[in-house]
């Protein structure tokens, strides 16, 4: 018995202990028909979820638990819920809000997150959830160094079925592979793989907590683009302009490159040599402007390449007044490469000096801090916002905003150190021009 097969042994047998365990909710809940489609096509993993959810205790449900173990808990990068009213070309999504939870009795260190219903659901009622979930460094490279001609293999872990505190009725899942190349995958009956699909179930009646180990070992030749770190400095001018300015520590996190590189075969044979490497970059700027760049070599698995990419935009584009009288910068948030896992952003607004009360809203948590930063012509110095994200996806490119005060009489502070500087200037010429330092009189 391998390490993998022992492992999810045990987890399974710990999480049969939780059959004898449950929570109010989950006495009071239960999930009648759910579908799951696991998009494993790039190495970002986007799993959507629909569930119809069923009130079946006497008192309203206002909310209901999603469960992922211990091994997705830390690569999960983002969860999202929305109600699903109305039918076909009539339907409307209302955005839920979700949140991380902690359970006293999870199993084997069960992850939580709590999704709290529009309107809580009565005795009979139902209400049908979309989910999308999204995991990072999720894919494992098998083997774990390749050559320049091998395509890349990984493997994706997961459950045939889906865990859960509640007990589901019926469900299937559908795994989407990049290619039809698929070298294996578990068999949990019943199962069958169409080209680039692998679907288990349906399955019929399975307790809380159930779990069924799978491996899919596949064809990936995608980008596993991968920013270490990425500093992102937005410097607000009031005289008209946004400085944008982008540091990038980039990596290929893909099976590690053995052996030496041909340039040659690279260029003559590019669909079969370095199928796996990539040698150019998207970015996505503001407003809507493309940037496509190459490196000056292309990345293979392992290897790294730092650049800077900075620009400027017009200031009325982004900066607005609120109604209150405060300023507030409106930007998008993660990184502007396409498809790029971010292991850690951070974002430095700085305000002009002068400014009073920051403050950043945006729609996920995220570290906020306060630095000083000082420039040319700067006395007290400028405040500037730092916010900072772990894992970081596509999928959080959404807008944030930066609220402060200002008062107009600050912007007038540097123009006058200039005028009084020049001014000084000039008095000390005229001085130095008119007055006579001789010790004796011509």
């Avoid at 997705?72 to 955005?95: D, E, N």
């Amino acid at each position: 018995m391998g390490f993998d097969e022992m492992a999810a042994r045990i987890w399974i047998f710990s999480v049969a202990v939780a059959l004898f365990l449950s929570f109010s909710s989950a006495q009071d809940l239960q999930i009648v028909n759910a579908e799951r489609r696991i998009d494993l096509s790039s190495h970002i993993v986007k799993a959507f979820l629909t569930l119809k959810v069923e009130n079946i205790g006497k008192d309203p449900a206002a909310d209901m638990l999603l469960a992922f173990p211990p091994t997705q808990i830390k690569h999960l990068s983002m969860v999202q819920a929305m109600a699903i009213t109305g039918k076909k070309k009539k339907k409307t999504y209302l955005p839920l809000d979700v949140k991380p939870t902690e359970q006293p009795d999870a199993p084997n260190d069960t992850g939580y997150f709590l999704v709290s219903f529009a309107t809580p659901l009565t005795l009979g009622e139902t209400v049908t959830l979309e989910v999308l979930y999204i995991l990072t460094h999720s894919l494992e490279p098998f083997p774990s160094e390749i050559a320049q001609s091998e395509s890349q293999l990984v493997y994706y872990r997961d459950s045939a079925v889906i865990l859960s505190p509640y007990h589901i009725k019926q469900q299937t899942t559908f795994f989407k592979t990049p290619s039809a190349r698929v070298e294996s995958f578990t068999s949990v009956d019943p199962a069958n793989r169409a080209g680039k699909e692998i679907k288990y179930g349906p399955y019929e009646d399975r307790a809380s907590y159930s779990y069924a180990p799978v491996i899919v070992h596949f064809e990936n030749n995608s980008p596993f683009a991968v920013v270490e770190e990425l500093v992102r400095e937005i410097e607000i001018s009031h005289w008209g302009s946004l400085q944008i300015t982008e540091n990038y520590r980039l990596t290929h996190g893909g099976a590690r490159h053995k052996g030496v590189f041909s340039r040659v075969d690279y260029q003559s044979r590019r669909s079969i040599s370095g199928s796996s490497s990539f040698n150019a970059l998207l970015a996505v700027l503001p407003p809507k402007s493309e940037l496509e760049f190459e490196p000056r070599y292309p990345l293979f698995g392992g290897w790294r390449a730092t650049f800077i990419i900075g620009y400027r935009v017009p200031l009325e584009d982004y900066l607005f007044e609120a109604p209150d009288g405060r300023r507030y910068l409106n930007f998008t948030f993660g990184c502007p490469l396409v498809e790029t896992i971010v292991n850690k952003l951070t974002i430095k607004v700085v305000l002009p000096e002068g400014s009073k009360d920051p403050s950043a809203v945006l729609p996920f948590t995220v570290n906020q801090d306060l630095q000083v930063k000082y420039s040319y012509l700067d006395i007290v110095g400028r405040t500037v916002v730092v916010l900072q994200k772990d894992n970081v996806v596509p999928t959080h490119n959404v807008p944030f905003q930066v609220y402060y005060t200002f008062k107009p009489i600050y912007m007038l502070a540097e123009p006058f150190m200039l005028v009084s500087a020049f001014f000084f200037v000039f008095v000390a010429s005229l001085a130095y021009v008119h007055i006579d330092l001789n010790i004796v009189k011509k």
